[in-house]
């Protein structure tokens, strides 16, 4: 779950990753369950949102009450988007009131915001078999001057990371990245200007996971940016990855990790200094970890089967979690994916409904998620 881009923490940017290990002999291509209250309550968002009982009706406002009946129209105020088809990942955009969602099977890419038809920004020639397609973005560190996306996709010989300009093609940045029935999941997120983290699955060979030499199943740390310039080969800070769920990052520069495996989910993060801590959360009935966002003294992470976000309080200078997560809008809006932190505290995120066998008439959707209130903002 990515937050709004703004400035760029400066201690901790430039800390290394400890346990970083340089990929070697590698096919890279740089080229053209229960629920506890909130104790203490999580810091989110600047926004004094008050919890909201799962079951109640939604909540109007007066410009709400005059909202049409109609085909692709949610009576539900908290609806953002409807009629979109499958979403992937999911970014907000920098003025915080709009976002871009990836839709995974057509590989569009769509700008939606309340109140307005969504409109598409672009569209990457995708393969969309199996899990994969058009599966998450990221803007550009100085999106509001160049424009620039970057975006992981499935085509047909393998899972890469492109760049996108306005009005132009899409330019590889990291290709090679294995293929598989299964496993294609990934996910971005820049954790400096100069510094691009992608999560890989595992393409469904666990052993590859493990393999330095595969870039199946890691979390990457990628620096070569530029298209068609060669640059230093990705480097290993986490592997072992499952099937990919996402990558985050919290305000002391902090990394956390969604994954799913056969035998549990997880919650993995590394903290600044570069140690890895192993899970900090498991999920034994495996819900379906997916999108994430990480705050000051809360993780926040999309359930796709569990249909809901789980919210686990989190310390916020060790980022241990000592009580189980508590679940928002559980079965509200089904099966939730891709997700992004707003700068007023909600979390918008995007359904996978049309995965199953029944959708409702206004999916797939992007949704808005209010969070209980928490002190602090998310810096």
Do not use: H
């Not at 908290?78 to 979403?87: E, G, K, P, Q």
């Not at 986490?238 to 985050?248: E, H, K, N």
């Not at 029944?358 to 903002?377: E, L, M, S, W």
Request: hydrophobic content about 35%.
């Amino acid at each position: 779950m990515k937050p709004v881009r703004g400035s760029w923490r400066t201690a901790t940017v430039g800390a290394a990753l400890g346990l970083t290990v340089l990929l070697t002999g590698s096919c890279a291509r740089f080229d053209d369950s229960t629920t506890t209250p909130f104790s203490p309550e999580p810091s989110f968002g600047a926004a004094e949102i008050a919890p909201r009982d799962p079951d109640a009706a939604p909540t109007t406002t007066p410009e709400d009450l005059d909202r049409p009946d109609g085909p692709c129209i949610d009576p539900d105020p908290n609806v953002v988007a409807t009629c979109l088809d499958t979403t992937g990942g999911l970014v907000m955009l920098p003025d915080g009131m709009s976002a871009l969602v990836a839709e995974r099977r057509t590989g569009r890419i769509m700008q939606v915001a309340p109140g307005q038809t969504p409109v598409e920004v672009a569209t990457i020639d995708v393969d969309a078999g199996a899990d994969g397609g058009l599966l998450d973005l990221a803007l550009s560190p100085s999106y509001r001057e160049d424009g620039l996306l970057y975006a992981y996709i499935t085509t047909a010989s393998d899972n890469r990371v492109v760049r996108i300009a306005p009005g132009d093609t899409p330019k590889n940045i990291l290709t090679g990245i294995p293929k598989g029935t299964q496993g294609n999941r990934g996910a971005l997120d820049f954790y400096s200007p100069n510094q691009l983290l992608v999560l890989t699955g595992d393409a469904g060979s666990p052993d590859s996971a493990t393999d330095p030499s595969s870039l199946a199943g890691k979390l990457l740390r990628v620096e070569s940016l530029v298209p068609a310039q060669s640059g230093p080969a990705p480097q290993v800070a986490l592997s072992g990855i499952g099937t990919a769920g996402d990558v985050c990052i919290d305000p002391t520069g902090g990394i956390w990790v969604t994954d799913r495996t056969a035998v549990e989910d997880r919650l993995q993060r590394i903290d600044p200094l570069g140690t890895v801590i192993s899970p900090v959360w498991t999920w034994p009935d495996r819900p379906g970890v997916a999108g994430c966002g990480a705050g000051p003294g809360a993780v926040a992470i999309s359930l796709t089967g569990g249909q809901a976000v789980a919210v686990l309080v989190t310390d916020p200078e060790s980022g241990a979690v000592s009580a189980a997560p508590t679940l928002l809008v559980e079965g509200r809006y089904g099966q939730l994916n891709g997700a992004a932190l707003a700068p007023d505290g909600q979390i918008w995120a995007g359904t996978v409904n049309k995965n199953g066998d029944a959708p409702g008439p206004n999916d797939d959707r992007v949704v808005k998620i209010p969070v209980p209130a928490g002190g602090g903002g998310f810096d």
